[in-house]
């Protein structure tokens, strides 16, 4: 047993760091640094370093804990790209060891084990667009781990942590656990003030400790707007997210075929997830009469597992928030008896196969793409790169020739931090639905005292642009003087 408890750890964190080193072509894509959402994890820390208040001088729909540990983090290693990867990594490094300690304190056995192993690309965040998405899958895959190990208190605490990084599961686990530290008191006739205390001060001592220090650092109206997630319900609804809407694309596309649902993580994701519910109904009773914690854990991930298709669920990429719940639930079902082995094995091998669309990509990305000095050490292909290096060459020409300023209009990113030369960032998401007036007028008023505008095309024609009009209005006295594959450059009339 000591050696296994070695073993499976050092093989979950061997096989994480395999599949980081694998990512780090998307990891640290240019474009998706420069204009996508990779990149506001260094706008925000510039933003708010900066004086402007997260959810009140801009839009941020995640938790203040990500600023906190990215703030940290930086100031340690650098605000770059690569330091941000690095720190992502470790998160999906913690997740990697919860699922070993899962695997361990539940006696999983060789399918469980297995079916973690096989499915663990699909299970742990490797490609996130956000810090907070890796380091709320390490702090709820570690409450997982607790509660596998009957520590409902530690696990609590952990979930209560993840409310700072995302508020949105962790409110549904954190209730659930809850529910069921009162259920297990009430069983065992220890329902009294001072067990509950006893149990929940993990988590109110983390709480406390948390808001005093977020609340201080960043400010108390911000920390608030933060922890409830009205951002994100206007979000979702202004873009229209959902299982049924947006996210249908992910289960049912435009034509649905039957190698989509084999070659891709979609048909695995369908199957794993009526198996899990319909496990979790089974052994609801069990869970709740005293059963085990292997069916407790289950019914949990079960119920979080409903909760984000119902909830959570956002466009068709979003498949991914929280698979290592559904993950665990499966493997976990594994040691029950050997029709549950049987299924869980058909699972593993339908996972595998539908990893082949993700590998497909993943060596596209290694063969067409390379860092380069041009794209601050970032992964483009050659058309990316050439196109960027125009771009460059335009803005420097035109601030030769007489004072100039560039300013940059696309949705998200953080170019401006990566090139020297440009205007500093104003906004963090210039996106229908989240973007708060401010964002709006202080963009436009940075666009008309430019000489110079450099547009990502599909900030326009895609219409994510909040008050579009007004943008197309202030770009109307400007004339385009070069247009490429992804960027074009305005100049004033």
Known sequence: MVKRSISLPILFAFEALILGIFALPSN?????????????????????AHGYRANIDFAYHYGLLPLLLGRIWFSLSGATPHACVLLVFLCTLAAAWALARIALNLELGITGVAFLVIALPLAIPFNPPNLAHALEAALLSNALAEQAAQRHSRSLALATAGLFVRPSMSYVYGFLLL??????????????????SKALLPALLTGTVLVAILGFVYGFPSLVRAVFPLTGLSTYSAQNFGFCRAGRGFWYPTSPHFSYYADTPAGFWIAGTLWLLICGAIDARRALIGGSAKYEIVLCCAVLHLAFISLFFGNRFSWWYYSYMLCIGIAVSSTWTSIYRDGVCALALIALVGQASELVVFNALWRVTSPSPATAGLWASKSERFEWERVIEIVREGRSKSPATVSLLEEVGCVELLFSGFQPPVSLYLIRGEATKSDIARKLAQMSHSSTVVVLIRTLHDGLLPDLPQFKQVLAKYHVVWKGENLEVYEKR
């Open 179 to 196: 529910l069921l530290l009162l259920w297990r008191l009430n069983q065992e006739r220890h329902l009294n003030l001072r067990r509950m």
């Open 28 to 48: 640290l894509n240019f474009m998706a640094w420069a204009f996508s959402d990779q990149g506001a994890n260094l706008t925000a820390q510039y933003l708010t």
